[in-house]
């Protein structure tokens, strides 16, 4: 079973628009982090937000929100006021260190393009 | 912030030759590294995770006598592909991860053509 599941591979939003990519992902170890990476085309992977599974409260850094649902096991990333540069891939990705497996398990991606 | 040095960005070689990709912490000392693959429009792969000090551990299904991974240092770790062949082409990217709560830094990713 895949750990990390994006069900979007394409996304497009008008500029200054808000967007939601999705992410569920698949874990029975109770602590667990996930994360939200962009790639864009020149390939490298820029940090995007972290939530923690005992974290109370829902992450944000500046534009970017995420919208954890633990019961539903499911991290989605909310890009409010999207701009022509958030045009990219975006990787959902889980650390498991309960298991020992501290590297991060990536989801299958989502391209986001941002239309003018 | 912190930084991973990964060189060189883009390397082309004929098929049968050996390549080496070298990620570098900058500025932290990275007690594990871990080399993942991403072939075109795909997502990351991991392929080890290797210890300062120890042999890496393979993910299942690569070749550890194709994948020669070497942590010497704390800030150092090398991917040589050995004999590359076109299946090999692909973008390869490192992160390291510091000591204590650890966050994971990744470097600006190789790419690899084998013709």
């Known amino acids: 079973a895949q750990k990390i599941t994006q069900t979007q591979p394409g996304m497009f939003v008008q500029e200054k628009e808000a967007v939601t990519l999705d992410c569920t992902y698949d874990?029975?170890?109770?602590?667990?982090?996930l994360f939200w990476y962009k790639q864009p085309s020149s390939g490298e992977m820029i940090f995007l937000i972290y939530?923690?599974?005992?974290?109370?409260q829902n992450a944000t850094e500046g534009r970017y929100s995420l919208n954890f649902q633990k019961a539903r096991k499911s991290a989605n990333l909310v890009i409010s006021a999207s701009q022509l540069g958030d045009s990219a891939m975006y990787f959902c990705?889980?650390?498991?260190?309960?298991?020992?497996?501290?590297?991060?398990?990536f989801g299958s991606g989502t391209r986001l393009q941002v239309q003018p | 912030g912190a930084v991973v040095s990964q060189h060189p960005s883009r390397v082309i070689c004929k098929s049968g030759t050996s390549v080496k990709i070298e990620c570098r912490s900058l500025?932290?000392?990275?007690?594990?590294m871990f080399w993942y693959r991403q072939f075109p429009k795909q997502s990351l792969m991991l392929m080890a995770t290797s210890n300062e000090g120890s042999k890496a551990t393979y993910e299942q299904g690569v070749e550890k006598d194709k994948f020669l991974i070497n942590h010497a240092s704390l800030t150092l770790s090398t991917l040589t592909v050995t004999s590359a062949h076109p299946e090999d082409s692909s973008f390869y990217i490192c992160?390291?991860?510091?000591?204590?709560?650890?966050?994971?830094?990744f470097g600006e990713g190789s790419r690899l053509t084998v013709l």
């Open positions: 500025d932290f000392q990275a007690t594990t």
């Open positions: 939530q923690g599974s005992y974290d109370q």
């Open positions: 990705a889980m650390r498991e260190p309960d298991t020992g497996r501290r590297a991060l398990t």
């Open positions: 992160s390291a991860r510091s000591r204590g709560p650890g966050e994971l830094f």
């Open positions: 874990t029975s170890d109770p602590s667990y982090g």
